[in-house]
């Protein structure tokens, strides 16, 4: 077994082995590439303000704030990450997906009517159309995000060509990426902030080429989407 | 052999120029979709308001040349119809639908509302170096008594904005057209934050006599999912 091993490294003495040395070869590369992507740092914190527990019943609702004149809204498909993790694994939690909720309770969480504080919801809560329909859908804890993902600095230069002779890049990128998201965790139940957890992943990803790019991406959303989907579970069921 | 190659790559020179230079005349044109209005979530007033749309709302085009940029056209209209009816379907115990400003004496309803788009306005993210696009409405609303007196007019000011980083490579129609769907959301919350507290309107409920509401409600006409 190990000489017909030491056989298939050596293309050209078995033509039927080249193909399969060279698909090793790529499957490599592939997975040596994978494993370099950049590096990404992330850090989570909570602060606890009142004890929290879900039933089976009890659903959740992540929103983005939407408020204006911010140019800062939260990405969509972060408030779709963090719902998306929370509603599975082995703890997961019922989530009502955000758009449904607006137009569920519209026009009551549109970005010029929605409560900006928890003092705001006595007086949504007492229109009994509303509070019948939270209770329809059984929603207990609503979940405001605020934050974004920006680039923070980048550098080098790469220059791509095209000749007859074929195509082509040379130099390299590098660029890094700060995610910052908090999470303000509101009570229905008891009208209050239970309490706020924040997200924090800074990564720095890079691109070298000659003749071809490489790419070597740092998935700082993502992190950040992971670690506070996680806290936040953790945070709701083992209040 | 050579000289076929030359000439396909001639060829290409001149699409991928003629490309470019097309690039500033291009015309972007989105339609802001009918389907996703909806019905407002509130304690009906127990009045009957007839609604009237005007044939310039109904088909209200926003077009805008901003040469290199290329020319923007934004069919705001069509929307119009399902947008209002179903805002006055949450509003209202009955909303009636009216063809004619003539015949407003003819219809069982209170008042009628008659909105009309007086100006609409746009903004890019090259204009504002964000990453967003911008949509303003100002609405000229009226409300007409049976015997066609207006009994209260009033502006109202929408205003919606989208991120271009939520599209797929920052395309501009999806990013676009939420923008301006969001303006027609937020004309729609404004309107139930505001008609009430209108002097105009709180003397015409005042003396309104108000009607029962319906024990069935799918029979409220005019509603539209």
Redesign the interface.
């Known amino acids: 077994m190990i000489h017909s091993h030491t056989e298939s490294l050596q293309p050209g003495r078995n033509p039927r082995l080249t193909g399969l040395v060279s698909t090793a070869r790529t499957a490599l590369f592939a997975t040596l590439i994978a494993s370099l992507g950049g590096c990404v740092t992330s850090t989570v914190q909570e602060v606890r303000q009142a004890s929290t527990g879900m039933t089976e019943s009890d659903s959740i609702v992540i929103l983005g704030r939407r408020d204006r004149p911010s140019n800062d809204e939260t990405e969509l498909d972060f408030i779709d990450c963090v719902s998306a993790n929370l509603g599975k694994g082995g703890t997961a939690v019922n989530v009502i997906n955000e758009q449904a909720f607006r137009d569920a309770i519209f026009p009551w969480f549109e970005p010029r009517t929605a409560p900006a504080k928890t003092s705001d919801l006595p007086e949504l809560m007492a229109t009994p159309v509303v509070s019948q329909r939270l209770q329809e859908i059984g929603l207990r804890y609503l979940v405001w995000i605020d934050g974004s993902t920006v680039r923070t600095d980048s550098g080098g230069s790469m220059t791509c060509s095209v000749t007859t002779a074929g195509a082509g890049c040379f130099g390299f990128l590098t660029w890094e990426n700060d995610s910052s998201y908090e999470a303000s965790i509101w009570d229905l139940r008891s009208g209050n902030t239970v309490g706020r957890v924040s997200s924090d992943a800074i990564g720095t990803s890079y691109m070298p080429a000659i003749v071809v790019p490489l790419p070597f991406i740092a998935r700082v959303q993502n992190s950040a989407c992971t670690s506070l989907a996680g806290q936040l579970k953790s945070f709701i069921t083992n209040g | 052999m050579k000289k076929i ?1 030359r000439t396909k ?1 001639l060829r290409h020179t001149v699409t991928l120029l003629l490309a470019v230079l097309m690039a500033g005349c291009m015309t972007t044109s989105v339609e802001v979709p009918a389907t996703q209005f ?6 009906k007033l127990p009045v009957r308001m007839g609604l009237y749309l005007p044939e310039e709302l109904r088909n209200y085009e926003f077009r805008q040349d901003l040469g290199d940029a290329g020319v923007f056209e934004i069919e705001i209209g069509p929307a119009q119809e399902a947008m209002f009816t179903n805002l006055l379907t949450g509003m209202f115990v009955k909303v009636v639908p009216a063809s004619d400003p003539v015949t407003f004496d003819t219809l069982e309803a209170d008042a009628v509302l008659v909105p009309r788009i007086a100006e609409m306005q746009f903004s890019t993210p090259q204009q504002t170096r ?3 696009y911008e949509v303003w409405i100002r609405y000229d609303m009226a409300l007409y008594d049976q015997d066609g007196t207006v009994l209260v007019q009033w502006p109202l000011t929408a ?1 919606g ?1 989208a ?1 271009t ?2 599209y797929l490579l920052a395309s501009t129609s999806p990013t676009l057209t939420q923008a301006a769907l ?1 303006a027609c ?2 004309a ?3 309107f ?2 505001q008609f009430q507290t209108l002097p105009g309107v709180q003397q015409w409920l005042q003396a309104t006599t108000p009607i029962q509401p319906p024990t069935n409600p799918a029979t409220v006409q005019g509603g539209t999912s």
Request: proline share 8%; no cysteine.
């Open positions: 190659h790559l909806p019905v407002p979530l509130m304690q964000t990453d967003y205003y904005k991120n980083q939520n969001n959301r937020d729609m919350a404004f139930t934050v």
